[in-house]
């Protein structure tokens, strides 16, 4: 990688670590790790949506009965108001990466359609 | 996205455009396409791998002829030295992409180590 691909990739990296959209999803998480409730119940709902993920990812069947308790255990984060408000950041922080993914990935997806 | 975000990733795009690794791809691409038997090869090549990334993506059984066929053309393409460099330079481009993603990611990763 040249020197200066590299350079610009960290401006960016610190570019994301001082935008609005993760400074605001730092404190929502931290927010999260304060409140005993939340917290327990933050990391409930992520061992029981990484215990699916994996299975997923191994090919193993998830079944109807782990379907309705992922159903209900997303339910109940959401009235978490802790929760709540951490799960819409993650989802635009997300959105953001896909953007910057996106805009690097053009020189790539250019070469091949042209 | 806040203003700032989206020009340090255009300018990592315009990094990227001018890297070596992505000219010397651009060149070699251009030099399967501008002969006609490496070119129809690629395309080959190519709508094959599409078809068995198709059939991975959807949950379709791949078969050992299908497999076969694969590495058979896989054998074939690499014989040929327009493709071959091609190849090769497309896998360090995609190490670099790949290393690109895991600098922009550090941020959110840092976030849930915590
Ligand atoms: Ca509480
Ligand atoms: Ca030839």
Chains 1, 2 share one sequence.
Not at 8 to 29: F, G, M, W
Not at 64 to 92: C, F, G, S
């Amino acid at each position: 990688m040249s020197v200066n691909l590299y350079d610009v990739a960290n401006e960016l990296e610190r570019a994301i670590r001082q935008s609005d959209d993760y400074t605001n999803l730092k404190s929502l998480y931290a927010a999260v790790n304060n409140d005993e409730g939340s917290k327990q119940l933050f990391e409930r709902f992520r061992t029981l949506q990484m215990e699916l993920q994996q299975k997923q990812m191994t090919g193993q069947e998830i079944t109807e009965e782990e379907v309705q308790r992922a159903q209900q255990t997303v339910a109940i984060v959401q009235q978490d108001e802790n929760i709540a408000k951490l799960m819409e950041a993650e989802q635009r922080m997300s959105m953001v990466i896909g953007e910057l993914n996106k805009v690097i990935m053009k020189p790539l997806e250019e070469l091949y359609a042209e």
